[in-house]
């Protein structure tokens, strides 16, 4: 079954600390996203990516890099990680951008201390 | 009515009510994507309507698009407690890369 998966589940880390988020997607699909989400809000876009190798800023970048080595993974990288980036962070995937449904993976809950 | 960074709204409602969730949106888009979040998973696609369609549906689930008022609707009959969660809208922004979420509305539907 197609899917997306994240790793880990949940972290703790340290403020000033280096964190990274991985997505792995087996729905053979072009772009992946990284999304926020806020106690209480909606999800908001940090990166994308529409092909391997090459990754687009989003609505809220600011604190992040992100990485596509292969079709299949997206990683999300915290270089100091600060206390106002705890939140859940959710990766998805889809075919062909805005238009087509979305695959989304069951989130990474990040708390930064 | 959803959308922006307010907070997430709240509905609730009892067993067997119909209910309906407005969303509105503040620039062009081709589709209009209902997502539905249970608590500790991703959001999970319910229902996409396209520009060309005025309504779609599925099961007891019915989706509404005015593309002249920029707003959407997501209707639920005969509600059940299963259909407790966060519902989301989202189009596809204004570069059709990507999706631009809404700040969902939490449904509560009691026994």
């Known amino acids: 079954e197609a899917a997306v998966t994240q790793s880990p589940r949940s972290k703790v880390a340290v403020t000033g600390g280096k964190v990274t988020l991985s997505c792995h997607q087996t729905n053979n699909h072009d772009y992946m996203y990284w999304y926020r989400q806020d106690t209480g809000h909606g999800l908001r876009l940090i990166h994308y990516?529409?092909?391997?190798?090459?990754?687009e800023k989003g609505d809220i970048p600011d604190g992040y890099k992100a990485s596509r080595p292969s079709q299949e993974n997206f990683s999300l990288i915290l270089e100091l990680a600060s206390l106002s980036q705890t939140a859940v962070y959710f990766c998805?995937?889809?075919?062909?951008?805005?238009?087509?449904?979305?695959?989304f993976g069951s989130g990474t809950r990040l708390l930064v201390i | 009515s959803q959308w922006g960074e307010e907070n997430l709204q709240a509905l609730s409602i009892q067993e067997g009510e119909d209910v309906t969730m407005n969303c509105s949106y503040k620039t062009y888009t081709t589709v209009v994507h209902w997502y539905r979040q249970d608590s500790g998973r991703g959001p999970a696609l319910i229902i996409l309507i396209r520009s060309n369609e005025r309504e779609k549906r599925s099961g007891r689930l019915r989706a509404t698009l005015d593309t002249s008022s920029q707003s959407s609707s997501l209707s639920i009959t005969a509600a059940q407690c299963e259909d407790t969660a966060v519902y989301f809208c989202?189009?596809?922004?204004?570069?059709?890369?990507?999706?631009?979420f809404g700040s969902g509305t939490r449904l509560l539907v009691s026994p």
């Open positions: 989202a189009t596809d922004g204004t570069g059709g890369y990507k999706v631009v």
């Open positions: 998805a995937s889809s075919a062909a951008g805005g238009g087509s449904d979305y695959t």
């Open positions: 990516s529409y092909v391997a190798d090459s990754t």
